[in-house]
């Protein structure tokens, strides 16, 4: 059984490559002028970046959980999430409001992908 882990720190290793299988530590991006739809454009545009770097690509993604600060932001992160996905195979996917790290982070997604 081989382990991989990518740009590891004390806390948390960026990607975990495992049987064919990457995962992905929690995306954000934030700048207090972001918006949800800005910073979960952000958010794909890194995962998208760490799966073609890790030999995958959005049609392997397998399962994404979505954290979002604020429901109220459900229908304008939706907006931008279905955009990326029309023409790709769609993941399973949950969606759930949390408690962020920081009062500026809006949303966080954590995604698990085939390689």
Known sequence: MTIERIESNERMSKVVKHNGTLYLCGQTASAPEWDISEQTQRCLDKVETLLTENGSDRNKILSVTIYVRDMKDFAAMNAVWDAWVADYEKPARACVEARMA?????????VIAAQ
Request: proline share 11%; glycine share 0%.
């Open 102 to 110: 920081r009062p500026d982070l809006l949303v966080e997604l954590s």
